[in-house]
Structures are given as C-alpha cells and as structure tokens.
C-alpha cells in the first residue's frame, strides 16, 4: 500500500470538523463560515505538498504540480467539499482527501510529471444552499450563464458573488476552463449504496452515471382560519401537495429500471398550524439510466400534478436543470481495470445512481470515476462511514492512473 493512511485519517477528521451542526452530521454550506474553515485548511495542506494554490470566480480550489511539459493540459483529481444538511463526513470529502493525497505521494516519491497535476476542490455539488447543485463543476465546464455570480441566488435571496465576497472570495475571477487546458478528471467518491460491501469488494470502476432532473413544484390555494372554516370550502395548498406527492413514487416503479423520484424538500407557508396553508413549494428530484425513461418520469410526473384540479387550487413547475445520463470514458475505465489488476486489487464494473462532478466534466474531457465501499450502504446522513483501509485502496488506484495519466 502506497497511502499514508494516518494522513487520510486526519484530513478526514480536521474536515468533518468544520460542521454547523456537531451533533449532527456534517453540515457545511457553500461560503459558509464552515466553508471557509474547511477552504483554508485544504489549501493549507496543498501548500504543504508543494501545489501552487488558487481559487477561480466561484471559489473552486485548485493546487497544482506543474509539469515539464510546456502549455500541457492537466489531469485534475478532487470532488466537492460542500454538504447536503446533516449528511456525512465522506460525501464529497473523501475524493478531496485521495486527491490531497496523491499529491503527498508524488511529492515524497519526488515525481514530476510530464503533464501538470492539479488537484481540485469543488463547491456546491450538492445544491444545499444554490438550487440546482454540480455548480461548482458547472461553472468551470462554462455550463452557467455568462453573469451566473449575480443571478444564482440562495433561498435568502442572497446571490452568489455576495455570499462569497463574505468569506473573502473575488467573483470577478475566471471560472470556465478552456477545455483544451484539462487532459482528464478523475474522482474518487464513496458508493453511497450497499453493492461493494455485499460484494465484498474495495473499488467500483464507474462506466455510467445516471440522468438526473429537478423539478420545484408551487401549489397555491387560499389561506383561512383552521376553525370557521368548513372542509367543503377549502383549497388547502398541503392537502392538494400531500395527494400529488403521494402519487409519484407508483410513476417511477412503473417505469422500473433503476428510476428514481424522490420528494426531498418541502416548503409549507404560512406554517402555523391553525391556519389553512395556501401555499406548498417542493422539489422533484427524477433519476434513470436512460434517457426515455427520465422523459417519461417528468411528462407523468407534469400530468399528476397538472391534473389536480380542485376548486380554487393552482400548480406551477420549472425545471431547475436537466443532466442526461453520461457514460465514462472508456480509455479510462480500461486504465483504471488496469490499475486494480496491477496492483492487484479487486473491483467491480457499476453505475452510479448519485449525481457527481464527474458527469459535469465528461462533457469536456476524459473522465474516471471510482467508487469505495459505504458501510451499509448509507449516504447523506451522519452515520455514513467509510473504512479508512478502504479510502487508501483507493488511493492507491488513484495515484496509479494519476501517474500514468501524468507521465
Ligand atoms: O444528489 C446526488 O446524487 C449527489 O449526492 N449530489
Ligand atoms: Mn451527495
Ligand atoms: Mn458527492
């Protein structure tokens, strides 16, 4: 084994300290002051393992080992440092822990590569704080829109280029990436479902990520007292919310195949509970291998919530973004097979059913994806947890293809 795992451990440790709710889970929002702790010990470690450090115009931290060969594209390595509210201390941290060490074994083997190194520290994957989520990634595939600082704003109405001059950030910096200047992107990410460790198995080599879409549904009604109001007069937005939300899940066992619908956020207003609720905002969180399938979730998903037509009850949805399922790169899901067998480490071939900054950047470059076991298949709450063993196997393919990728 060629990962330190006392170095692992401790990144690990020194992140999921940096948690607005300590007693439970990891809850670290983007340009939050947990981001900035968390920000300022990552580029703390990169400098320590010898990367030159900057952050873009959204705050995306990049450490890189430069290479010896001139204007060369790098291979980036990392994932997303943000969190979704009390979720776990491996989402995301883990592949910013593999890449920080990565580039503490090139620095103690003394390597320099050919093409540079850049490991990578994204923001906002997960879309906790800014709708939509993968904005880090987005921003530097120049998938948001031109002025995206001054329009993304937070449930506060706080836009991004404000929440980040907060913690210090400058969000007149770039941010899209020329795509000719990235080689590959590698990512290391807990499984975050049961597969590996029923299997037995240190390391999933990604082939494909699922289609994902949000969907932010308003029902509107009309507010009224809890008492004088007789139940034949009502258009009670959360009885007309309850009833759709109720429906959805029968649409995606319907369709089968791996698709998903989750309800995971509601809004009630005004939310007292002797007043008849007239508004219900709530997201669709729609998910599958193919691409049909996800069509048809959002037209029946659209046709249930359209259908509710009870007196005086009005419903509105906006798509909030739409990512068609990706498949990886073949080249490197041949050399990260190859790495495992090399090094002779078990893995298995999978699909991923979770979003990851991987499926932003297999739009402009060569992407590999590995995954490392979950114990008991838990993710996004605080008892998720992964084996530190099983976090330096995977480093170890990482440095690996990273090497190989660099050379
Ligand atoms: O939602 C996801 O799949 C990822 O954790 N952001
Ligand atoms: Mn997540
Ligand atoms: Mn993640």
């Known amino acids: 084994m060629k990962a330190n795992t006392k170095r692992i451990e401790k990144h690990i440790r020194k992140l999921s ?3 607005a709710t300590p007693n439970k889970g990891i809850t670290r929002l983007t340009y939050s002051q947990e981001d900035l702790l968390a920000r300022n010990y990552i580029k703390e470690q990169m400098e320590a393992y010898g990367l030159t450090v900057r952050e873009d115009g959204l705050g995306n931290i990049f450490g890189k080992l430069p290479g010896t060969k001139k204007d060369a594209p790098s291979v980036l390595v990392g994932s997303h440092f943000d969190s979704v509210p009390n979720g776990g201390a ?9 890449g920080l060490e990565v580039a503490a074994l090139f ?3 003394n390597l320099t590569p050919t093409y540079p190194l850049e490991i990578i520290a994204m923001v906002e994957e997960e879309g906790t704080r800014f709708e939509g989520g993968l904005m880090g990634s987005r921003g530097i595939a120049g998938a948001l829109g031109e002025f ?5 704003k937070d449930r506060q109405g706080i836009i991004v280029a404000e929440a980040m001059k907060n913690i210090g950030l400058d969000p007149t910096k770039d941010t899209c990436r020329d795509p000719k200047s990235i080689k590959a992107f590698l990512e290391m990410h807990i499984e975050q479902g049961p597969i590996l460790e029923e299997a037995k198995t240190p390391i999933g080599v990604v082939e494909a990520i699922v289609g994902l879409t949000q969907l932010e549904v308003t029902i509107k009604g009309k507010a009224g007292h809890a008492g004088t109001t007789p139940m034949d007069r009502r258009s009670d937005a959360l009885v007309a919310a309850a009833t759709i939300i109720a429906k959805l899940p029968a649409i995606a066992m319907e369709i089968g195949e791996g698709t998903v619908i989750t309800v995971g956020r509601h809004e009630v207003f005004p939310n007292g509970a002797n007043v008849i609720p007239d508004k219900v905002l709530f997201s669709v969180d729609i998910r599958s291998g193919k691409e049909e399938h996800i069509q048809q979730a959002i037209q029946k998903t659209k046709d249930v919530i359209k259908s509710y037509q ?3 009850i009005q419903t509105s949805i906006e798509q909030s973004f739409y990512i068609p399922p990706k498949e990886l790169s073949p080249e490197i899901r041949t050399l990260l097979r190859e790495s495992c067998n090399q090094l002779d480490i078990p893995y298995l ?3 991923s059913g979770a979003g990851h900054d991987a499926m932003i950047f297999s739009g402009i470059t060569d992407v590999g ?4 076991p979950s114990k008991d298949g838990l993710s996004h709450c605080p008892e998720e947890w992964t084996d530190v063993m099983d976090l330096a196997v995977g480093v170890d393919v990482l440095y690996d293809a990273a090497k190989k990728l660099t050379e």
């Open 369 to 372: 994806l590995i995954f490392v």
């Open 349 to 351: 071939t999978m699909n």
């Open 90 to 98: 491996y989402d995301g941290a883990a592949g910013v822990v593999a």
């Open 310 to 312: 009870e007196q005086g």
């Open 17 to 19: 300290e940096f948690t």
């Open 107 to 109: 620095q103690e083997n």
């Open 148 to 152: 995206a600082q001054n329009q993304i």
